[in-house]
T-cell receptor, first 114, second 113 residues
Framework: GENVEQHPSTLSVQEGDSAVIKCTYSDSASNYFPWYKQELGKGPQLIIDIRSNVGEKKDQRIAVTLNKTAKHFSLHITETQPEDSAVYFCASFPQLYGNNRLAFGKGNQVVVIP | NAGVMQNPRHLVRRRGQEARLRCSPMKGHSHVYWYRQLPEEGLKFMVYLQKENIIDESGMPKERFSAEFPKEGPSILRIQQVVRGDSAAYFC???????????FGNGTRLTVT
């Protein structure tokens, strides 16, 4: 089945610096790639997503880039703030399951140091 | 506009009891998904339902687990004869179509003692 991997597992950054999380996937037919932010005790919150027909999408301090050839996509957070500290999950819609199942990575713990 | 509502937030059951987890999707959403999350793990797909129909239950254990999404009322994930290994956070998500973004609730944390 689809295999989604995230790197690094933990990332610490100084407040104001940028954070980049990379995600790789195995199913070349996947065409939808969301990123979720999960704070302690809460459910995953969709923060940005990208479809395979574009290479980059930006929303204020958050951006996602997609490289379909290499089968990876990355989350970029600029000007990090303490409230950005959370676990971030990438996911993909693997076509072999049909367009109704997200396959998640194991998550990245991002710690923003004030 | 309320988000996905799950209850209870925390549920404690003894081994052998039944657990019933409820999920009300976002207004206007007719697609419901259940995912399970173990500590320090990603979310694992369990089941995908539309009103009165189970579309895909390939991620759900064959025994003791069942799910429904009736015409009226919330979606229910039911675990019979719970075992310690069922302890996890169970998240429900909903979407408007089968190819639109999923929005998650805050989960039900099940503890089996």
């Amino acid at each position: 089945g689809e295999n989604v991997e995230q790197h690094p597992s933990t990332l610490s950054v100084q407040e104001g610096d940028s954070a980049v999380i990379k995600c790789t996937y195995s199913d070349s037919a996947s065409n939808y790639f969301p990123w979720y932010k999960q704070e302690l005790g809460k459910g995953p919150q969709l923060i940005i997503d990208i479809r395979s027909n574009v290479g980059e999408k930006k929303d204020q301090r958050i951006a996602v880039t997609l490289n379909k050839t290499a089968k990876h996509f990355s989350l970029h957070i600029t000007e990090t703030q303490p409230e950005d500290s959370a676990v971030y999950f990438c996911a993909s819609f693997p076509q072999l399951y049909g367009n109704n199942r997200l396959a998640f990575g194991k998550g990245n713990q991002v710690v923003v140091i004030p | 506009n309320a988000g996905v509502m799950q209850n209870p937030r925390h549920l404690v059951r003894r081994r052998g009891q039944e657990a019933r987890l409820r999920c009300s999707p976002m207004k206007g959403h007719s697609h419901v998904y259940w995912y399970r999350q173990l500590p320090e793990e990603g979310l694992k797909f369990m089941v995908y339902l539309q009103k009165e129909n189970i579309i895909d239950e390939s991620g759900m254990p064959k025994e003791r687990f069942s799910a429904e999404f009736p015409k009226e009322g919330p979606s229910i994930l039911r675990i019979q004869q719970v075992v310690r290994g069922d302890s996890a956070a169970y998240f429900c998500a909903s979407s408007t179509t089968d190819n639109s973004p999923l929005h998650f609730g805050n989960g039900t944390r099940l503890t089996v003692t």
